[in-house]
């Protein structure tokens, strides 16, 4: 009995120490269990916490869009003031949106932009990119211009022939493919299939659907868009054909075309211009006056009434001239169409009134335009497509009395000294209607291959106003104020600035770049592109 109750007390020991054994595994379970639900609790919050900062910095660069907003709505003068739109770290660099004693939540936002070097791009800056220093795809086209599209899509890095009359086909409003070109026919061949879009496009991202553009060619080497090449960006695709030496194709063709570029022609706030067209003549003439002069306003009047005797050269008989006879009789309104072939003196009859081809034969008489008494019940017979019209004109008014016709030369020389003498009418009057105008590339501003995309400006000249313009010239006082300072600093000439004038500007009203949203510490960033 005694030997089977100390079995008995054994047995016993071991279920007991069996139980304790269970416990501790249990134990272990579920400590392991919570370590790894403690792990994923912490990794939730850690996601959460990351995505609100990665959402706050977002906001933060929506900030610094919004911001932008602000300051091209300034007046010309008080962004002078305050630095500029160009580059400017005050305005620009780590602007503080939220601003709490830990460093943790304090909360900025940069505004960055491509930086140039000798007319290609390199870098950043803190500042703002205008759009007009790129080439308007859709002012490609514009009536006038349509044959010098494929030559300055040419004029871009990496562009091919090919390439370039595929972009024209897709843009112009025909379905006849050009030789290298495509036209819908080969595009609903693909798969899917799909038809050109024969007119202008809202983005150039549109451009992807062109036969011969990749987003390589596209978009350049810069992959992440922070407008720095970075050490895992290399050469791919069609890239690594491509000589990238200057780095003219880090950001690809992306970096010289642009669908947004737009100025306003209305006048700032506050201001008026005169309208070189108006029909009334004696408000013409009393509003300019006090600004350019007594001569100078008489002769724009009488321009406007008899229009220009053509040049000798160019004369080839009684009433005849064509467009090309004086400057601005080919040009266009800024932005607008070419004119039409027009009669002596740009108007549209055979002969000025009195002058050649008219009933009076008699020797004309050089009279000043001093001496000339105005008659304003004379109306207007000639639109002034560009002030550059007036320099070196000759109006030749009708005799009286059977007295011989008179000629009087403009008081704006054809001569490098008298062409800053159009700066203040440029200033006080337009030719062309208010409203907006699309497409002009800002020559103090564009990039070398967007200037050598510019019809009929000699290849000389890009060098020449690379290295002498001002980037954000003083809208009050400097020669560049308008684009005629080409034809002050005698890098074009006259004639060459009247074919010019109508792709060219100074100015533009859109503007591009990139905002950048951070803390002070911790992570959380965030870039967008914004268009203001």
Known sequence: ?????????????????????????VVAILTLGTATYLELMQNELQAVRRHGRQAQALRLAESGAEYVKSLVALTPEELQLAGGLLDNPKLMQAVIVDDPSDEFDRGRFTILAPAQSDGLYSGARFGLENESAKLNVNALLAPGAEDRAIDRLLALPGMTLETAEAIVDWLDPDDAARLNGAESEYYRGLQPGYSAQNGPIADIEELLLVKGVTPELLYGLDQNRNLLVDEHERPRGLLAELDNADGSMNRGWSAYLTTSSVESMAPAAGT??????????????????????????????????????????????????TSTGRPGGSGATPGGAPMAAQGPGGTSSGAAAGGPGGGNQQPSVEVSVGAVQLKFEQPASQQLSSPLALVGATVQIPGENNGPPQNVKSPWLDEAGSYRDLLTLYDVAKAAASGRVAGRVNINAASRPVLRSIPDLPDDAVGKIVSRRELEPDRTQSDQRHAIWLLIEGIVTLEEMQRLERYITVGGDVFSGQAVGFFDAGQGVARGEFLV
């Open 1 to 25: 009995m005694a030997a089977a109750r100390n079995v008995n007390s054994r047995r016993v020991e071991r279920q007991h120490g069996s139980v304790l054994l269970l416990v501790l595994v």
């Open 272 to 321: 008026a211009l005169v309208d070189l067209n108006g029909s009334d003549l004696q408000k013409l003439y009393n509003d300019l006056k006090p600004t350019i002069g007594d001569d100078q306003a008489k002769f724009l009047v009488l321009y406007r009434q008899y229009g220009a005797l053509p040049m000798p050269q160019e004369s080839g008989g009684a009433g005849s001239q």
